[in-house]
């Protein structure tokens, strides 16, 4: 089993930066590739980016260029930098994994961008 804990949300002014982190434990070598989501009340969650290793990622349009995703092997850990932060990036974020026994999903962490 895969446990994954997410950390770094909190409010920022629109135009700051966040850097959200998602460790992961458990069974880290079953991951095959992380991606963190965010969902608003009443909408579907909806993928911001996606690291598959070997430099194989996606992020989402609406973030283009103002997000990116990483993956540090070592420290089991993917991160989400978030620059020039608008004010329709205020979400509750959340870190999946795919493993080789199924999708895993965080707690979420709070990401509020004030005007």
């Known amino acids: 089993q895969v446990q994954l804990v997410e950390s770094g949300g909190g409010l920022v002014q629109a135009g700051g930066s966040l850097r959200l982190s998602c460790a992961a434990s458990?069974?880290?070598?079953?991951?095959?590739?992380m991606a963190w989501y965010r969902q608003t009340p009443g909408k579907q969650r909806e993928m911001v980016a996606d690291?598959?290793?070997?430099?194989?990622?996606n992020v989402a349009d609406a973030v283009k260029g103002r997000f990116t995703i990483s993956w540090d092997f070592d420290k089991n850990t993917v991160y989400l930098q978030m620059n020039n932060l608008k004010v329709e990036d205020t979400a509750t974020y959340y870190c999946?994994?795919?493993?080789?026994?199924?999708?895993?999903w965080g707690q979420g962490t709070q990401v509020t961008v004030s005007s």
């Open positions: 999946n994994a795919q493993t080789t026994w199924g999708v895993r």
């Open positions: 458990g069974s880290p070598f079953s991951i095959r590739s």
């Open positions: 690291d598959a290793g070997g430099g194989l990622k």
